[in-house]
DNA sequence: CGTGTTATTGAAGAACGTCAAGCGGGGTGG
DNA sequence: CCACCCCGCTTGACGTTCTTCAATAACACG
């Protein structure tokens, strides 16, 4: 669980408020803290309430009304999107200090579900939009997280068009390891199943173990079913078609 | 061209502004002006230049450092990102009206070119980063832009990991055509060629004259080389994989 | 220890890509 | 004004990649 551990601590340096109003939730140790000043904390308390979420519990789904707004506080989830005939595409994984249901309409447009033993911050959304109006450094706080959300999304436009299988595969295993940023040959932890793997390249469940299988033939990487350590780094980057200096991934938060 | 014209009239209701400072530069007709208070707008003016383009040419490119950004004045552009042997992804096709280049980080993240003859406003990033912080509503709005093109862009994903070729296509047609609020069966124009809608769906020119080819056929759509009229708009969704009242796409804008 | 779920592996098939040829429109230069 | 050429679009034949279907293996849970 060591590269879970460090997964979760995202935005380390938030973690050094030490206000009395820091306590309670640790959303607030994680990224809101830094942006509120002393003064909101105090109502950022009163509007928070925790929740616990078991492996494949759901958040809210795609459709929902959009009454809250959440940051999570322990674990991952994934958020993903359905077709009528049951494929799916997951959207992205979300880990400690992210925001969930910022969509600004009146729906949710995914679904957000545990991947793994997870709990999350909520807050009623308009009280939150209250918040927002009176504390600049929040807004743009949350308007920094947006817009770095859409650069991943569109890295992922990228991938989804245009990579190959493995080339996806690569890609994405180095984007988690240079959000965890471990030292190569550190095995980390992946806490999502092959088939939210899958639906979040755009792959099969089959092709997912066939290219993982290849590269472990190749000695590119080593892996168990929750485990993966790099072994070649350079040439995962080559096989993730990316040029050296290249970002193999723009970190979630 | 009167498709193109009503494609161009994203944002009607904020031209209703009869400020005298919003004479001059039309991007602040089509949404700052709205946004930003009339005590703004003197400082706006003084910060815009305009700049034209002709098809092809290319306002940034990735990787160029990012000092401006820029609203579209007339035209369109299409934002891409590209990989080293010459794949392309097409990000998005940007209207009049639209934001470009406000990735908040020291590099534009795509390239930006023009597929039609077109103009845009352009910012000096610092000195808009300034007023930002001085116009709240402003701050607002952009927010709430950034978030609507999140919201786009995790459509794409799904358009991109998981339709088949003759999903994106109708996807598409009937993204464009809500846009243009047109009514059914009344053509409207496709500036852009072949190739970028190739690039935009995640597939070949080929698939994409193919495709179209066998919906003129099924007698879905007619079409030229760059007008389409959607015949069947139901039997359209159904093969989009839509449901009835789905979201064929959420306007950029 | 058994059972359901998740992961792996193989073989056959389909969808889309690649390669190649032909068409057509628009612009240029004679 | 016409002929030519270039470029974008279309259409066909063939290949490759990934999916689909199926069987087996490994693990997690009660």
Redesign the interface.
Known sequence: MAGVAQLLRVRPQASDCAHPHCVGCEARRMGICAAVGPGFLPRLSALASEQQLATGATLFEEGDAAESVYIVTHGMLKLY?G???G???V?GFMVVGDFLG????RLH??TAEAVMPSSVCRFRRQKFVELL?EC?SL??E???R??????V??????L????TASERLASFILCLARRLRLPDDQPFELPMSRSDIA?Y??LTVETVSRTLASFRRAALIDFDRHTVAIRRPRQLQHAA?L?EGGSPCLALS
Chains 1, 2 share one sequence.
């Open positions: 999107k077709m009528v005939d494929r799916r595409q959207i910022l969509a600004f309409g447009l995914c109006d600049p807004e743009r949350i308007l920094h947006t817009s770095t959300e859409l650069a999304a569109q890295e992922q436009m990228l989804l068009g245009r990579k639906d390249l755009g078609g040029t």
